[in-house]
């Protein structure tokens, strides 16, 4: 259980270009989702939170209006990097936190594959 | 300040070496959880074990173990006879119980495990 995928694994796009991304929980329903961004030999850094039928925090330094972020349903939530350029190729990486008691499976993030970014 | 710290950055070890990867976190939180992810060259994260600040029982799940120590505030992470397939980057991070599920990670720590 508690399986998270990404759509898609890897995208190559031109400069200027809009790129979205999805995050789907399959097997259970996600109250809150998470956004990462993940450069090579790097930890992750938290973008965003996006909790369903809500706007999404941000964190501080990341634009917006640039990484817009949707979680219109209780198992899918989107990333649409605007207006690309090659300095947004990264690894996004998303994760979801399940709907539920406290003390049990919801207290985790899973995270999904990865998304691997390439803005020529 | 609230931070991760795993001080080790790469560790190489021979097959069937035992290897202990460090965890160090600060907080003023009395109750938090600590998580340890595993990120093989695919790139997914993967889920290993979740603990509770109220719960210092350590942990063993097959060749994994876990030791907890809120008194130097640590949560180290130890792989007995290490296999080639545990070559990943590690992760510990930090949650707080009340922050909306936000996780602070630590640098991570690349294992080579070389046959």
């Known amino acids: 259980g508690a399986v998270v995928s990404q759509h898609p694994s890897r995208v190559i796009c031109k400069s200027g270009t809009s790129v979205k991304i999805e995050c789907r929980s399959l097997?259970?329903?996600?109250?809150?989702m998470f956004w990462y961004r993940q450069f090579p030999k790097q930890s992750l850094m938290l973008m965003a939170t996006?909790?369903?039928?809500?706007?999404?925090?941000?964190e501080q330094g990341v634009e917006k209006d640039k990484f817009l972020i949707n979680h219109a349903s209780l198992t899918l939530s989107t990333l649409t990097v605007t207006s690309a350029h090659p300095e947004d190729s990264s690894f996004y990486i998303c994760?979801?936190?399940?709907?539920?008691?406290?003390?049990?499976?919801?207290?985790?993030?899973?995270f999904g594959p990865g998304t691997r970014l390439l803005v020529l | 300040a609230q931070k991760v710290t795993q001080a080790q950055t790469e560790i190489s070890v021979v097959e069937k070496e035992d290897v202990t990867l460090d965890c160090v976190y600060e907080?003023?939180?009395?109750?938090?959880?600590l998580f340890w992810y595993k990120q093989p060259p695919s790139g997914e994260l993967v889920f290993l074990i979740r603990?509770?600040?109220?719960?210092?029982q350590n942990e063993i799940s097959g060749r994994y173990s876990w030791n907890f120590q809120k008194s130097t505030s640590s949560f180290n992470f130890t792989i007995t006879a290490s296999q080639v397939v545990d070559s990943a980057v590690y992760f510990c991070a930090l949650r707080f119980y009340n922050q909306g599920g936000k996780l602070i990670f630590g640098q991570g720590t690349e294992l080579s495990v070389k046959p």
């Open positions: 994760s979801a936190r399940e709907r539920g008691q406290r003390g049990g499976r919801q207290e985790t993030q899973y």
């Open positions: 097997d259970f329903q996600a109250t809150t």
């Open positions: 603990r509770n600040s109220f719960d210092e």
């Open positions: 907080t003023r939180d009395t109750t938090y959880y």
């Open positions: 996006s909790n369903e039928g809500s706007k999404a925090t941000y």
